[in-house]
C-alpha cells in the first residue's frame, strides 16, 4: 500500500475527477473553511480546471453553503448534506462553542438567544445577503450595542440552530442568510443514516484513515464513530500499514498518481487538518513549518504528498521556502502558474 498517493487521489489533489466544485465538497462531506479567501482554492484544486467564477456562482446559488459546524470551526458543505450534517454534529459543537465562552467569561442566557436570534434573522430575511455590521446597525437600531466577541457568539449560535448560513460570496467579508431562503426547508433524516452517510463521506475521501482520524475530524464522540464505521459494513476493509490500522473502502481509488507532482496547499486544508495524526505525509519535528499548538494553519508545499515547503499565497510573485529535499523549479513555477491564473 502507497497511503501518501492512496490519499491525494481519493482527496481529489492528484487526477481530479470533477469540474463542479460543488461535487467536491459533496464528496469530501465537509471541508474547512477557515481562511475566507483560500477556502476557494482549497476546493477548486481540487476539479479538473480550476475556476473562481465556478466557485461563486455555487456559492452564491446556495449549492455550497459555509457555516460553523464540525468542532465549531468553519466548514463548507453542499446543499443536500446541509440539514442532516447539521442535525448530526451541532449540538457537540454548541457544548465545544459554550466551554469557550465559559473560558472567555461570555455568559448569555436562553432569553438574549431568543431575542438577538430574531433580530437577525429579519434583517438576512429583508435584505438576502448580510454582513456583520449589517446586524450591528440592526441591532442599534433598537437600542442594542454588544462588542463583536459577543455578537460573533450570537451569529455562531444562530449557525448551529440552522437559523443563518452563508450569503453571497464577497471578496474580503463573510455574509450571511436566511438558511431556509438560501438551501430550501429543513429536511431529517434518522440520526444511523446520517453517522453512516458522514462515515461513508470521510473514509471515501480520506482514505487510509483511521478511526481516530475521523473521531478527531468529526467532532463527534467515539461510540458515534464506531456505529457509522459498523453500519457500512463490508463496504470498509482494516490493512495494517507500519503497524497501524487503516480503513479503505471497496471503491478506493489507486490509479492515476504521477510522481512529480507539487501543489500549493492552502492553510487548514484537508489534507492535514482532516486527520488526527499528520505524520504520514509531515515529519513531526517539521510540523512546526504547518501548524502550531494553537491550530493555526500555515500554506503549505507538498511534493509527491509530502509537505516540503511554505508559500506565500497573497503575494504577487512567487514566494517560496523550502524546508525539505531537492526541488524541481520548473514543475514548481507550474503549480504557481496554475493558482495565479485561478486567482
Not at 465538497?25 to 475566507?36: D, P, R, V
Not at 446597525?137 to 451569529?155: F, G, N, P, V
Not at 509537505?307 to 520548473?330: A, Q, R, T, V
Amino acid at each position: 500500500m502507497n497511503p501518501i498517493a492512496i490519499r491525494l487521489l481519493n482527496q481529489q489533489l492528484a487526477a481530479p475527477q470533477f469540474s463542479d466544485p460543488a461535487e467536491v465538497i459533496g464528496l469530501l462531506g465537509a471541508m474547512q473553511a477557515q481562511e475566507y479567501r483560500l477556502m476557494r482554492w482549497a476546493v477548486e484544486m481540487r476539479t479538473k480546471k480550476p475556476s473562481a467564477k465556478a466557485f461563486k456562482k455555487a456559492f452564491d446559488s446556495g449549492e455550497i453553503v459555509r457555516l460553523h459546524l464540525m468542532r465549531g470551526t468553519w466548514q463548507l458543505v453542499v446543499k443536500e448534506d446541509y440539514w442532516w450534517m447539521l442535525d448530526l454534529c451541532a449540538p457537540k459543537a454548541i457544548a465545544v462553542t459554550k466551554g469557550w465562552m465559559h473560558s472567555n467569561k461570555i455568559d448569555i442566557h436562553d432569553e438574549e438567544y431568543l431575542k438577538i436570534r430574531k433580530i437577525l434573522a429579519q434583517t438576512a430575511a429583508d435584505k438576502r445577503s448580510v454582513t456583520k455590521e449589517d446586524f450591528v446597525q440592526a441591532l442599534a437600531e433598537k437600542d442594542i450595542t454588544m462588542d463583536d466577541h459577543r455578537l460573533s457568539y450570537h451569529i455562531r449560535m444562530g449557525e448551529f440552530t440552522g437559523t443563518l448560513c452563508s450569503g453571497d460570496l464577497q471578496p474580503m467579508k463573510a455574509t450571511y442568510a436566511l438558511a431556509e431562503s438560501k438551501v430550501g426547508p429543513r429536511k431529517t433524516i434518522y440520526r444511523d443514516e446520517a453517522l453512516m452517510r458522514l462515515a461513508k463521506k470521510y473514509f471515501q475521501s480520506r482514505q487510509p484513515a483511521t478511526l481516530e482520524d475521523f473521531v478527531w475530524w468529526s467532532g463527534l464522540g467515539i461510540n458515534d464513530c464506531r456505529k457509522g464505521i459498523e453500519l457500512l459494513g463490508d463496504y470498509l476493509h482494516l490493512e495494517k500499514w507500519k503497524r497501524r490500522e487503516f480503513y479503505l473502502t471497496d471503491d478506493c481509488r489507486t490509479r492515476g498518481f504521477r510522481k512529480g507532482q507539487y501543489l500549493l496547499i492552502p492553510p487548514y486544508d484537508e489534507y492535514l487538518i482532516g486527520y488526527k495524526r499528520r505524520d504520514l505525509v509531515l515529519s513531526p519535528e517539521l510540523k512546526h513549518k504547518a501548524h502550531n499548538n494553537s491550530g493555526i494553519f500555515q500554506p503549505i508545499i507538498a511534493k509527491d504528498g509530502v509537505i516540503c515547503g511554505n508559500w506565500k499565497p497573497f503575494s504577487d510573485k512567487m514566494e517560496i521556502d523550502f524546508f525539505l529535499g531537492e526541488h524541481d523549479e520548473e514543475e514548481v513555477w507550474k503549480a504557481w502558474r496554475d493558482y495565479i491564473i485561478f486567482k
